[in-house]
């Protein structure tokens, strides 16, 4: 059984746009100066209360939850629907559904696979829904409102200790560090993509097992 957990914002979708959008939005009402496309590109992938701290530089949780309270009624409104499927994606989901199967006895190299994401439950799950995504997997793992669930490391051991997947043939692809971060945390295999907000640089400074420029080259790794 080979069992794959996707990274969501810059691995599946490119939701930069939207979320861009509602961070400018957020520092606007509260007063902040504008913000540069190098410090919104940072923003893209991390937990959003992380995110936050750093673009208003403190450590007050009650700025930080107003910042993401106005980010969260902005993002929902208007912000969530602008988003596009990464070229490649479809067809590489759809690759790897024919070897989706419940029964091992049915194929004999399986495939589950899985969201792991820091975007919040209920956002996820509409994004996957709306986009058409939601045939492809089996489970969406998300963070909860108030900030829970949403490192990836601690996330991702939680749930290989409750479902019992063998860690020899699990993998996590995402576009960010903390993705590669958190299979390395936890003795699965890792593949870093080059198509989402991660740069080269924080990439290969990540020590990923694999690295992919194109989502077709995923299948071969996999030895499906």
């Not at 590109?41 to 937990?47: A, D, L």
């Not at 199967?101 to 899985?114: D, E, L």
Request: negative net charge; charged residues 20%.
């Amino acid at each position: 059984m080979t069992t794959l957990f996707f990274d969501l914002d810059g691995t599946l979708l490119d939701t930069q746009a939207g979320i861009a959008g509602s961070i400018r939005h957020a520092l606007s009402e509260l007063g902040h100066p504008g913000v540069s496309e190098e410090q919104l590109k940072r923003c893209f992938g991390p937990p959003l209360r992380h995110s936050f701290a750093q673009l208003l530089d403190t450590d007050k949780q009650a700025l930080i939850i107003q910042a993401v309270t106005l980010f969260r009624q902005h993002y929902l409104n208007h912000g969530i629907s602008t988003y596009e499927v990464y070229p490649g994606i479809i067809d590489l989901l759809e690759q790897l559904c024919q070897n989706q199967t419940r029964s091992p006895i049915q194929n004999s190299n399986p495939v589950t696979m899985h969201i792991l994401t820091a975007k919040p439950q209920k956002q996820a799950e509409w994004l996957i829904t709306h986009s058409g995504l939601e045939v492809f997997f089996d489970s969406v793992y998300g963070s909860e409102d108030n900030g829970i669930k949403s490192n990836k490391s601690s996330h991702l051991a939680m749930l290989l200790n409750e479902t019992d997947i063998p860690k020899a043939n699990c993998w996590m692809v995402g576009d960010r560090d903390s993705d590669i971060f958190a299979a390395k945390d936890n003795d699965i295999a890792s593949v870093a993509v080059h198509w989402g907000y991660g740069d080269r640089q924080e990439l290969y400074q990540s020590d990923s097992d694999h690295h992919i420029t194109i989502p077709q080259q995923l299948l071969p790794l996999l030895s499906l």
